[in-house]
């Protein structure tokens, strides 16, 4: 299929489609405002509903209805529209529903600003709802990752029964690059006879339930919910190793930031300083083991987050003790230049090479 | 032998869990009742609120959800988008619909979503305890109101019913109570014209039922009858206050 030039936040709409969903519920809220402007225009013309609910909160039950009723669905919002969606994404996850959430965050906390941000890596990965659950988290760091991991996030929800985030940010939601939609090798998806759709009187009633009140049945449903856990840990883990071949320092960083220490990388590689990246492209499963590859000619390791230092516990452990490390932010909207990413990686260095 | 009574098919076998006197099995048994006597029984999606009715979905004999406190009305939005042709309804207590879920119940009657409420103001929170209900009169002692709500505090309860039928998107609302055998045959019979409505595409419908809880009024079954007819019906009148067409007759 020939490549079309897309923004991106209509890729997720686009990518969602594809993938078969026709139904979304959502609130405005910048900067993610064109993924409900698109679900609108493109919805209703296959025969789907757009509904544009009266809060983040309705909007994820709303996605908890649509979902337990057994079809295809997304919502987005950005930073503290996805701080109202948690109670909802707990009980969707407790009760095993698939859906897809995408968080296009901005900087927090608070009203915080509009700018890019990654200030949201806890709220993606650790979740604000209560209770012992997990969500699989996307990070994709161009267009072409959008569309791929979009459409992917809709079949491992449906496969593990499990509400799937993706996390971007303003600058990936604005860009435009070219997209193509590729031949997928599909997953074997379960069938939702589980869904509540209306017995027909042919069959036992289904309910959409989070309530164990005996705590035996809790501990065996979150028993269960945890060997789902290590059961995602094990097979959906993804990440880059960009350059890590003799690598004297190592990077990692996710999403928009992973761009910029690319070419940060280039332009230390024309000093004839090697510096190597580690680009998790899922923020759970966290790519622990990337870090057994690091080479032994590495000196250390640089996080690059748009943030304070959130992704930099995962570095840590993965990490291990082995390299020690250190840390480049930039909390209040603007996203690190290549200039600074290298400026930082020789300080540390101590001027060897210049 | 003929049989004169049967249990509704619209309910499973689970029994109860309510304490005794309480009426929530009273609407339980008579919206399912309605349901099944308009052949929908298979077409039934029901939601369960956060309150005493909260294990609702063991005793619905339909395919249900337990949706989180005040959330039921989305839920069944989700519900009811994916799946026009289905009879979806919630079931709310006081405290589910008329504090924190105020918002998701007005929305979803602004929309005109087709769906049914079942509103059970028993005037307490029942499930917590006893605390103060947004629909607790004035006066009437709660575990958080301990000295009885005191209207210049906490002001006066909400009239939840005659609120709805101020909004546009609302088809049908009506207020009923379950505390004599004739008010049930009415409660049910408004129960059943709202599931009507909304089979008909007319839009959003709610009926409104005064409840008791002696547990947390502190009555016996009997008194508390009472209690309701003296207390709740002065304020919370009975009556229709939408109808399709417009009208209302609340006396
Ligand atoms: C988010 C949240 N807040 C509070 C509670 C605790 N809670 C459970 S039931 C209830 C009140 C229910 O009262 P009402 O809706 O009047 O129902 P009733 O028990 O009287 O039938 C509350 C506050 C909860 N489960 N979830
Ligand atoms: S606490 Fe009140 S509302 Fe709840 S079951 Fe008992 S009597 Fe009924
Ligand atoms: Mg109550």
């Known amino acids: 299929m020939a490549k079309v030039l897309m923004k991106g936040n209509e890729a997720f709409g686009a990518a969602a489609i594809k993938a078969g969903c026709k139904y979304f519920f959502g609130y405005p809220i910048t900067p993610q405002n064109e993924i409900p402007e698109y679900m609108s225009r493109e919805l209703p013309k296959i025969g789907g509903c757009f509904l544009q609910a009266e809060s983040e909160i309705a909007a994820i039950n709303m996605v908890y209805g649509a979902s337990g009723a057994g079809v295809r669905v997304m919502t987005s919002s950005s930073s503290p529209g996805i701080a109202l969606k948690q109670e909802g994404i707990s009980y969707i996850a407790s009760c095993e529903l698939p ?256 | 032998m003929k049989t004169i009574f049967e249990k509704t098919k619209g309910l499973t076998a689970k029994p109860f869990h309510y304490c005794p006197g309480c009426t929530h099995g009273i609407i339980h048994r008579i919206t399912m009742e309605a349901i099944e006597e308009l052949g929908m029984l298979g077409k039934a999606v029901g939601v369960a609120p956060v309150g005493c009715a909260v294990f609702a979905y063991e005793y619905f004999n339909c395919d249900s959800y337990e949706a989180a406190h005040g959330r039921a009305p989305a839920v069944a939005t989700g519900v009811k988008r994916v799946h026009p042709d289905s009879l979806v309804f919630t079931y709310q207590g006081d405290g589910d619909l008329a504090a924190i879920g105020t918002g998701e119940i007005v929305q979803a009657a602004h929309r005109g979503e087709k769906i049914t409420t079942i509103f059970v103001n028993n005037a307490i929170y029942g499930m917590t305890g006893g605390q103060m209900a947004p629909t607790t009169l004035i006066g009437q002692k709660a575990t958080t109101a301990p000295y009885g709500r005191d209207e210049a505090h906490a002001g006066k309860p909400i009239l939840v019913s005659e609120m709805m039928a101020t909004i546009p998107g609302s088809a049908y609302i009506e207020r009923v109570a379950v505390n004599t055998p004739a008010n049930i045959r009415k409660a049910k019979k408004a129960i059943k014209k709202a599931f009507e409505i909304q089979r008909d595409g007319k839009g959003f419908s709610m009926i409104e039922v005064l409840s008791t809880c002696p547990t947390n009024w502190g009555l016996t079954p009997e008194d508390s009858l009472k209690w309701l007819e003296e207390n709740l019906m002065p304020y919370y009148k009975l009556g229709v206050y939408k109808t399709p067409e417009g009208g209302a007759n609340n006396g």
């Open chain 1, 99 to 354: 859906c897809v959430i995408i968080n296009v965050s901005r900087g927090g906390p608070g009203l915080g600003g509009i700018q890019p941000s990654q200030s949201d890596y806890f709220q993606n990965t650790r979740g604000g709802g209560n209770g012992d659950y997990r969500t699989p988290v996307y990070a994709p760091a161009n267009l072409q990752e959008v569309i791929d991991m979009t459409m992917d996030a809709f079949d491992v929800a449906d496969q593990y029964r499990i509400p799937v985030i993706i996390s971007a940010d303003g600058m990936i939601g604005q860009m435009m690059e070219p997209i193509e939609f590729k031949e997928r090798t599909g997953r074997s998806l379960p069938s939702k006879e589980w869904a509540a759709t209306g017995t027909n009187e042919e069959r036992e009633p289904n309910s959409i339930n989070s309530l164990y009140i005996v705590h035996e049945d809790l501990e065996k449903h979150n028993w269960k919910l945890d060997a789902k856990h290590k059961l995602i840990e094990e097979n959906e883990v993804q990440y880059e190793m960009y350059q890590m071949k003799d690598a004297e320092f190592v990077v990692v960083a996710y999403g928009t930031t992973s761009r910029i220490v690319k070419s940060a990388i280039m332009d230390m590689k024309k000093e004839g300083l090697n510096v190597g990246l580690i680009r998790p492209k899922t923020l759970w499963p966290y790519p622990y083991k990337a870090f057994d590859e690091i080479p032994k000619s590495t000196k250390g390791i640089l996080t690059v987050e748009m943030s304070t230092g959130q992704m930099i516990d995962d570095v840590k452990i993965g990490n291990n003790g082995r390299f020690p490390i250190h840390f480049l932010g930039s909390p209040g909207g603007s996203v690190p230049s290549p200039e600074m990413i290298a400026e930082k990686i020789k300080n540390i260095l101590g001027g060897e090479k210049k």
